[in-house]
């Protein structure tokens, strides 16, 4: 999250214990809160894409180095 959301969550989070938070500051909490999570994930996704798949050898491969 960046520091201006950060922020922003704090806020919320103050007025919700002051039970002063509005409708629409809560629905903006919440859409604030997805947006970072989808970010968060596509992230994720992307850096498993990135990494390299180990490749397992075949059968005839391990002979072969063998010499068999």
Do not use: C, H, N
Not at 17 to 38: N, S
Not at 44 to 66: G, H, S, Y
């Amino acid at each position: 999250m960046t520091p201006e959301v950060q922020s922003m969550v704090a806020t919320f989070r103050r007025k919700a214990a002051e039970g002063t938070l509005t409708p629409e500051e809560m629905k903006q909490a919440i859409i604030m809160l997805r947006e970072g999570r989808a970010q968060a994930a596509q992230a994720t996704a992307a850096a498993k894409r990135k990494t390299a798949v180990k490749v397992i050898p075949t059968a005839e491969d391990l002979l072969k180095e063998l010499g068999l």
